[in-house]
């Protein structure tokens, strides 16, 4: 019993210096977001002078061109309608893989898990040129479509839905529910820890997307909060506001951090494949 206590406590010790090593530094980076660019340089992990000036100017001034403001909402409007459009595509897709069967099932599910394998890079040039041949080029919808739907969202869904008993589509049809019944009244409320699962990590995904959106957007009023800040740390002068920088990551990461926060029990337990089952 003492041998198993000195362990865990040896472990719990080993967990905590390497949470400090990674949190410490993050910590130091936000205090030095409420500092004067002058603070920078000083070295340290804690600024001596104090200002919210940075939050002040990212939050009401235009920066280069560029406004962060305006990122955040091309960013949420981007991610509600990416969330959306890949629950109402991943959902049926993975219910038709698990539950139901047709001729070439396996084999096209096999192409879609190919599809994820692919670097997104050698899709990059096609998509453009689709996006130019109907005009999307340079706005929201031109980021949004290209991300629908996702296959990681149709794999994660599938294994849930392959481990739900057979005996329940039974059950349900024995008492008259229709195919769309058993799906809609049965199979979705079942799979809700992993529907959220899907729903974090593609806001996660959609939020922190970088390389398409640059690609695809060419103005201030169609960036995303990725590429503004991309445009803010790209300054030519001098001197660079660090400390400017910081403030907006900062301002922009809150908002998926405090999403993770709340999601992250979530993630856990809708990744394991019978959860929701009773």
Known sequence: MQ??????????????????????????????????????????????????DNYVKVLTETQRGVSVPT????????????????????????????????????????????????PGILEVISLYDLMANIGLVNTLW?????????????????????????????????????DFQVFLKIMVPLALPSIITVTVITALYSWNNFLWPLIVTNTPEAMPVPVVIAYLSADTSAVLNY??????????????????????RWIVSGMRPTSGIK
Do not use: C, H
């Open 3 to 52: 041998q198993r206590k000195g362990a865990n406590a040896t472990r719990w010790i080993v967990l905590a210096i390497l949470a400090a090593l990674w949190f410490l530094p993050l910590v130091s980076l936000v205090l030095f977001s409420f500092a004067p660019p002058s603070e920078v340089l000083k070295g340290g992990f804690v600024p001596t002078q104090w200002t919210l």
């Open 71 to 118: 990122g955040i909402w091309n960013s949420t409007v981007i991610m509600v309608l990416q969330v959306a459009g890949i629950l109402l595509l991943d959902v049926p897709a993975a219910y038709a893989f698990a539950r139901t069967k047709f001729i070439g099932r396996n084999v096209l599910f096999a192409l879609v898990l190919v599809s994820m394998m692919m």
């Open 142 to 178: 031109g980021v949004i479509l290209p991300g629908l739907p996702r296959v990681i969202g149709i794999f994660i869904l599938r294994q849930f839905f392959m481990q739900v008993p057979r005996e329940l589509d039974e059950a349900a049809r024995i008492d008259g529910a229709t």
């Open 243 to 264: 400390t400017l920088i910081l403030a907006a990551a900062f301002v922009t990461s809150l908002p998926m951090i405090l999403l993770f926060l709340v999601g992250q």
